[in-house]
């Protein structure tokens, strides 16, 4: 028997590319390497296109449990030894920088080698898709940033380490004004699962691979289940977000002092865990929020995103206060 909630949100015919499971879908798996190498290729400078690619398993990054439990999506290395993590960021993040930072030093680490080693690394990029806007950047029309180490003058100090950020909400173009393969990357990712049938500009072999591999009418009952699951988390973080935001402006207004400011973020957080991982907050959870430093709570409103049940929770608190 179908579940009411599938019937209720199943209603389009290609899947939506920002939740996680049409992202893993669409760039993850074997059969659709090829959608997965022309992205990239689009965002790449010219001079680091590749032609084939393997995927790599994340759980075997990081050196210990807390850094082996897998945040970004994809890992992969392409043909001639560079290494790719890629990452599709929903909300905003305030740390975004800083995590992709350290994340980009696991890939680097697994290179040592045991024994008399040369230190020789091969490039690592961290790539960042983003449905959010960097607080930096929201005067800035430029929608793809390609980040490396230089030094004062300038000159680019080491060429095998970048970070490309892609902020999607400035991309603003509708179908009759796509110019390039860049343009219709960035629409399918934002419009795909409002198309009805495949748009003439998007009738080229890679678009029309994607286009068979997202109907959701050849998903496999599991599959559907699995969207459905995905689709329903990434509204009510939208969802959540949005309130956050009016309820953070609401009792900034109405409290305008320090500690009333504090009560509401605990108050607010208390809801988003309670809503996110699907629990009634104890009175001994309450008491350990309670005690958390404000800059604290900031950091743990924007980790929840990634916490998946209390045991996540715990672990992230125990790790914060191993820190402190």
Known sequence: MSNPMSIRLSRDR???LL???GFKRLFGTEPNKDLLIDFLNVILPIQHRVRDLTYRNTENLGNTPIDRKAIFDLYCESETGEKFIVEMQKAKHNYFKDRSIYYSTFPIQEQAEKGNWNYKLTPVYAIG???FIFDEDKNDDTLLHIVELKDQDGKVFYEKLKFIYLELPKFKKSIDQLTDHFDKWLFLLQHLPELEEPPLPLQENV???LFEASQIASFSQEERDAYENSL?????MKGVVETAREEGREEGREEGKAQGIQEGKQALLLKQLSRKLGIIITDELKVQL???DPNVLD???EALFDLENLEDLHNWLKNINHRL
């Open 14 to 16: 290609y899947i939506n």
């Open 290 to 292: 309670h005690q958390l």
């Open 19 to 21: 939740t996680d499971f």
């Open 299 to 301: 950091t743990l409103s």
């Open 129 to 131: 898709i983003l449905d």
């Open 207 to 209: 678009f029309i691979q």
């Open 232 to 236: 329903k988390y990434y509204r009510d």
